[in-house]
């Protein structure tokens, strides 16, 4: 039904009777203009009528055309602001509203002023005792060298056990790695009694003189050996003294690495051995395997020999160099001040941050204040939640109209685009 045909219809005249009625239409194709819908916003809204049906009645009078939507939340944005104007409680209600909202806005600004002295204040304290803390650092590098006496016996102590320990390491483990890799294991090896002394295997005097003449490559490989195993052990000590949760990796891993290596030196050395018994046996063997290797006493003992010896050789290392680190007292205290000026530091930062930030939420709240200043000087106010309430309401009727004609969803995307846009524009720039 066309929109002329409607208004032609006696009950709708007399509902305008009170304004001029629109130029009618010169054709029966042509689109409703702005100041017909106008007219008929501003004026066509009923007694007891709800947004929502004012809405659904508007759309039908104009058969859902998006060229009218744009208007008319426009006229009833502007009927919706007089009935505002006209209404001296809310006009009240609102002013209260902004007083109050500028007194919270003074309040929070006056703390946050407050906040910022104290902040102040705290610097100054932060940065006098920094400066305390470096005036003793300066005494303290001018101070004489004063000694730790239980870092200096514990000191004594470890060189007195690490001196031999590290002897037994070369002594280990040169002997261990030529038995292993270069030595023959023949009946010249055995005892007058037949059997096969393990300490030829791991303490073997002659192990270097022999690696010597058999050539450069020999004796480099079995000094080098005990040096890998010390290195590990200052390895241990440089890990362990490190910070986060990597290090509870590491460490492990650096262990199993050792003992897995020492289990390697101590399988091939009895299996040697094993071979050796085996061909003076008159029985026949099994190949000697990791099975046999484990039950066999020989394989523990010299991995015990040489594994708990190197833990033993870390953990000393470690109790050597924490010594030599606290042997000067005034080492220690300097230590101490400098991890407190460290951390004075740090806490003098974390004010200066906080200080910034006051500083850019009290300018912040400055703007604010003159707005609701510049709001109250005008004398009329608007409830923005309250416009926007019933735009939406005026919208839905509108979307129900035109679910009920059955419009296409291009369209109805259409009036939600210019509704979207209407709304941004009428609540942003006020």
């Known amino acids: 039904m066309k929109l002329m045909d409607k208004l032609g219809s006696n009950s709708v005249k007399n509902l305008f009777a009170t304004r001029p009625e629109p130029e009618p239409l010169q054709n029966d194709d042509a689109v409703p ?42 006229s009833v944005s502007w009927g919706i602001r007089k009935e505002q104007e006209a209404d001296t409680e809310l006009q ?12 919270e806005l003074e309040t929070d600004r006056k703390n946050k002023e407050e906040e910022l002295e104290a902040c102040k204040e705290k610097q100054k304290e932060i940065a006098a005792d920094i400066q305390s803390q470096k005036n003793k650092l300066a005494d303290l590098e001018d101070s004489r060298y004063k000694r730790n006496r239980d870092a200096w016996i514990t000191l004594i102590i470890t060189t007195v056990l690490l001196i031999p ?71 241990l000590n440089r890990w362990e003294r490190e910070q986060g949760w990597l290090r509870y990796v590491k460490i492990p891993l650096l262990i199993l690495v050792a003992f897995v290596f020492d289990s390697l030196l101590s399988f091939e050395i009895c299996e040697k051995i094993y071979n050796l018994n085996s061909m003076m046996s008159l029985e026949s063997l099994p190949t000697y395997s990791i099975p046999l290797a484990v039950y066999d006493p020989r394989f523990w003992v010299i991995i015990f020999l040489g594994f708990i010896s190197y833990l033993i050789w870390g953990f000393v290392f470690s109790y050597f160099v924490k010594a030599w680190e606290n042997l000067d007292l005034n080492q220690i205290r300097k230590k101490e001040i400098e991890d407190k000026i460290a951390k ?46 019933e735009l939406n309401n005026f919208f839905a009727g509108w979307q129900q109209y035109l679910a009920g004609i059955h419009k296409t969803e291009g369209e109805k995307q259409e009036a939600t685009n210019l509704f979207n846009n209407v709304i941004k524009t009428i609540i942003v720039i006020d």
Not at 38 to 43: A, Y
Not at 93 to 101: D, G, N, R
């Open 33 to 74: 203009t702005a100041q017909n819908i106008i007219e008929i916003n501003s004026r066509a809204r009923r007694d007891g009528e709800t947004y929502n049906q004012y809405g659904f009645r508007v759309a039908g009078l104009s058969e859902g055309n998006p060229h009218t939507l744009v208007p008319c939340l426009q």
């Open 165 to 235: 320990f590290t002897v037994y390491f070369f002594i280990f483990y040169s002997s261990v790695a030529y038995s292993a890799f270069f030595k023959e294991f023949d009946i010249s090896s055995l005892d007058s009694g037949g059997d096969f002394k393990l300490s030829q295997a791991i303490f073997d005097a002659a192990a270097i003189p022999n690696a010597w003449n058999d050539g450069w490559g020999e004796l480099l490989f079995i000094l080098f050996m005990p040096i890998i195993f010390l290195a590990f052990g200052f390895v």
């Open 92 to 103: 009240q209600e609102l002013q209260k509203k902004l007083s109050a909202k500028k007194v």
């Open 344 to 389: 004075l530091q740090n806490d003098l930062n974390t004010e200066k941050t906080n200080g910034t930030n006051l500083k850019s939420q009290i300018s912040a709240i400055g703007p604010k204040i003159m707005e609701i200043d510049t709001q109250m000087s005008v004398g009329t106010r608007y409830d923005l939640a309250k416009i926007r309430l």
